[in-house]
């Protein structure tokens, strides 16, 4: 007679994981990846990085690890076809949201679904919705006038200018849009172009795009609460499109806050338009 199945259990994740997780990824319909700087495996050695394993056969995952402190974005959620998305988040979110509420006073975890059926499971539980994401875009067929920041400098950002963009970063966004020095590290090393603007040898703004297979993509653009409205992110913004333009690449998008005016209007401003591309983001307090 054949022995029953053993029964899931769950655990974190290890090294000799990762080509099971890839599977997930890269086979299964179910599946849910952060839009990010770092693949979902980069993650691994972090916590929580749990996954659902039976008869030693990896079932479903879950990446949220905080980064940086305080705020935790689900990385990764993925589950495989013989086993129920919404069993394997059930079981899976209760301990993730354990973990995490013993690794700091506050976290906030937040999330970007972008299929329907993962919407479903977060509005099912703790998360709620707080907010959208849209997307606009430059066709690269007109630049924006030029209109000069008096005093301020644009140039390549260097890799001791981390820092101090970090410390840009989180003055300038919310602390679930902030970037950790780490992100910032590989976003910079990622980056097609980044500059910064500078005046006096202090860090006022700083952007960082990357490329895609459909152009270029602004994945940040700040400018330091202090100096804002001075024209520095439009000086950033053009400066940006002069070099896409430049090298030939004539579509370059961005995504920002359906609710930030001042950063729609900035964008607006530059020519970008919206491309009626939105995505929700559901976030859930953990004390």
Same mark, same amino acid.
């Given at each position: 007679?054949?022995?029953?199945?053993?029964?899931?259990?769950?655990?974190?994740?290890?090294?000799?994981?990762?080509?099971?997780?890839?599977?997930?990824?890269? !086979?299964?319909?179910?599946?849910?990846?952060?839009?990010?700087?770092?693949?979902?495996?980069?993650?691994?050695?972090?916590?929580?990085?749990?996954?659902?394993?039976? $008869? /030693?056969?990896?079932?479903?995952?879950?990446?949220?690890?905080? $980064?940086?402190?305080?705020?935790?974005?689900? /990385?990764? +959620?993925?589950?495989?076809?013989?086993?129920?998305?919404?069993?394997?988040?059930?079981?899976?979110?209760?301990?993730?949201?354990?973990?995490?509420?013993?690794?700091?006073?506050?976290?906030?975890?937040?999330?970007?679904?972008?299929?329907?059926?993962?919407?479903?499971?977060?509005?099912?539980?703790?998360?709620?919705?707080?907010?959208?994401?849209?997307?606009?875009?430059?066709?690269?067929?007109?630049?924006?006038?030029?209109?000069?920041?008096?005093?301020?400098?644009?140039?390549?950002?260097?890799?001791?200018?981390?820092?101090?963009?970090?410390?840009? $970063?989180?003055?300038? +966004?919310?602390?679930?849009?902030?970037?950790?020095?780490?992100?910032?590290?590989?976003? +910079?090393?990622?980056?097609?172009?980044?500059?910064?603007?500078?005046?006096?040898?202090?860090?006022?703004? !700083?952007?960082?795009?990357?490329?895609?297979?459909?152009?270029?993509?602004?994945?940040?653009?700040?400018?330091?609460?202090?100096?804002?409205?001075?024209?520095?992110?439009?000086?950033?913004?053009?400066?940006?499109?002069?070099?896409? /333009?430049?090298?030939? +690449?004539?579509?370059?998008?961005?995504?920002?806050?359906?609710?930030?005016?001042?950063?729609?209007?900035? !964008?607006?401003?530059?020519?970008?338009?919206?491309?009626?591309?939105?995505?929700?983001?559901?976030?859930?307090?953990?004390?």
């Amino acid at each position: 007679m054949p022995s029953p199945p053993l029964q899931p259990i769950i655990r974190q994740a290890t090294d000799q994981d990762s080509q099971a997780i890839a599977r997930l990824i890269h !086979y299964e319909i179910h599946v849910h990846r952060h839009l990010d700087w770092r693949p979902p495996l980069e993650w691994i050695e972090y916590q929580p990085f749990l996954v659902v394993e039976s $008869d /030693r056969q990896l079932l479903a995952a879950l990446a949220c690890p905080p $980064d940086p402190p305080g705020v935790a974005w689900i /990385r990764l +959620f993925a589950c495989a076809a013989q086993f129920s998305a919404r069993t394997a988040w059930t079981e899976l979110w209760p301990r993730a949201r354990e973990a995490l509420a013993g690794s700091a006073a506050f976290v906030q975890a937040a999330v970007i679904p972008l299929q329907a059926w993962f919407r479903s499971l977060l509005e099912r539980s703790e998360f709620v919705f707080t907010h959208r994401v849209v997307v606009l875009s430059w066709s690269g067929s007109d630049l924006p006038p030029a209109s000069p920041a008096g005093g301020v400098r644009i140039r390549p950002m260097r890799s001791q200018d981390l820092p101090a963009v970090e410390s840009v $970063d989180h003055a300038a +966004f919310m602390p679930v849009w902030r970037n950790s020095l780490a992100s910032l590290e590989i976003a +910079f090393r990622q980056a097609v172009d980044a500059t910064v603007a500078e005046a006096g040898g202090e860090i006022l703004g !700083y952007q960082i795009t990357s490329a895609t297979s459909a152009g270029w993509h602004l994945g940040r653009l700040a400018v330091a609460p202090t100096y804002q409205g001075q024209g520095i992110g439009y000086a950033l913004l053009r400066d940006l499109l002069v070099r896409a /333009r430049q090298r030939g +690449f004539g579509q370059l998008t961005v995504n920002t806050q359906h609710n930030n005016q001042a950063s729609l209007a900035l !964008y607006q401003k530059a020519g970008f338009r919206l491309t009626g591309e939105v995505y929700p983001v559901f976030e859930c307090p953990i004390s």
